[in-house]
């Protein structure tokens, strides 16, 4: 049940307040539990991504964001795919709205895949209100 939680609360971390489809939260808690798994984060790492708590930069909490955003879609080998992003998001909280974020979020990139997913996942986190 603890590991429901989590993820729960990750999926709300990751797509804002959007109105989703049961199918659209079944992938995102697939995702999140397959990276979850993979990456080894601890249940407290990731209530802390919930919180918007980024002070983290333990290696595998980067690779859990650029995990969890590969298994969405949104990203491919350190790129953000905007195509995707705005065909997922857009419906959901309109595509002007979408793109304001996307200029603000999209040209971020880290030292590696994991950084660069790490930091996309805190801006979209960060402007999520606007989405």
Same mark, same amino acid.
């Given at each position: 049940?603890?590991?429901?939680?989590?993820?729960?609360?990750?999926?709300?971390?990751?797509? &804002?307040? %959007?109105?989703? #489809?049961?199918? /659209?939260?079944?992938?995102?808690?697939?995702?999140? &539990? *397959?990276?979850?798994?993979?990456? @080894?984060?601890?249940?407290?790492?990731?209530?802390?991504?919930?919180?918007?708590?980024?002070?983290?930069s333990?290696? +595998?909490?980067?690779?859990?964001?650029?995990?969890f *955003?590969?298994? #969405?879609?949104? %990203?491919?080998? @350190?790129?953000?795919?905007? !195509?995707?992003? *705005?065909?997922?998001?857009?419906? %959901? &909280?309109?595509?002007d709205?979408?793109?304001?974020?996307?200029? +603000?979020?999209? #040209?971020?990139?880290?030292? !590696?895949?994991?950084?660069?997913?790490? /930091? *996309?996942?805190?801006?979209?986190?960060?402007?999520?209100?606007?989405?």
């Amino acid at each position: 049940m603890k590991l429901l939680i989590v993820l729960s609360a990750l999926v709300a971390l990751a797509v &804002a307040d %959007l109105q989703l #489809s049961d199918e /659209q939260k079944a992938a995102a808690h697939a995702n999140g &539990a *397959l990276c979850i798994q993979q990456e @080894g984060i601890t249940k407290e790492q990731a209530l802390a991504l919930r919180a918007g708590n980024f002070e983290d930069s333990d290696p +595998k909490v980067k690779c859990f964001a650029n995990c969890f *955003l590969e298994k #969405s879609g949104f %990203l491919a080998d @350190g790129q953000i795919k905007p !195509d995707v992003v *705005l065909a997922k998001l857009g419906p %959901l &909280a309109g595509e002007d709205t979408v793109k304001a974020v996307q200029a +603000k979020c999209d #040209s971020l990139k880290g030292s !590696d895949n994991c950084d660069t997913a790490f /930091q *996309l996942y805190q801006c979209y986190h960060k402007h999520h209100s606007q989405i």
